[in-house]
């Protein structure tokens, strides 16, 4: 395997828009090129569970975010529901407590060999990159330090049989350097809030460039409007791989 291609299957470019118009232009350009796309809330609940389809079929793969957080029988049955339409990984929200997140996985485990595919990755969303360490201790009344919280988080997901976690880049290396109960390629980290030395950081307040991320430790990089608002998306994702065969080469 090519050093481009291992880049590539690093990349997951973010499909945070209302347009269908918007996103297909999209996947026409890039689908060849990165390894995921994710469909997030505001896409989805624009267009509904089609865009999984669309993408599907056009030989793309699908990370859900839907960040699912509710009673363990509404989650089991929604992520079944996510697994039926072929998506190669989808989330929710760690804060469900272990329960969630067992009926969750079992979910994923049985709607996968029900229906004869392959299971995707179920991942645990920790602290969201927009969020602070005041906005912790002060709007959610959470006393621990973000880190040691986040953590806290990794090691409940990998308890109950999560495949990964979602984290900000900067504490990818915490978190990659404290686990000891399965190989650094068997646990993913998906890092949000990528943003290149030339990109705008907008509402993200955790961030990192390609390069630190992975280095830190980073499995999978989540990336949006540096490429989706970029005049030339496909140049901003040979940036973006370009930086990417730099760490991985390390």
Known sequence: MTTKIQAKDHLIVALDTSSEEEALKLIKKLSNKIGYFKVGLELFSCIGPKIIDIIKDDGGK??????????????????????????????????GGANMLQEAKKSVIEAAKTNNLPQPKLLGV???????????????????????????????????????????ANEARLIRDRIEFQTKDDFLIVTPGIRPAWAQKNDQKRIATPEEAIKNGATHLVVGRPITDSKDPVDAVNKILEEIEDAIRV
Do not use: R, W
Request: aromatic share 6%; net charge negative; proline share 1%.
């Open 62 to 95: 699908v990370f859900f975010d839907g960040k699912f957080l509710d009673i363990p029988n509404t989650v089991s049955k929604a992520v079944a529901n996510i697994v039926k339409h072929k998506a190669d990984m989808l989330n929710v929200y760690m804060s």
């Open 126 to 168: 920790t602290v969201l990159t927009s969020m602070t360490s005041d906005v912790l201790e002060n709007d959610l009344k959470i006393q621990t330090q973000l880190n040691d919280y986040v953590l806290h988080l990794a090691m409940l997901g990998i308890k109950n049989g999560l495949d990964g976690i979602i984290c900000s």
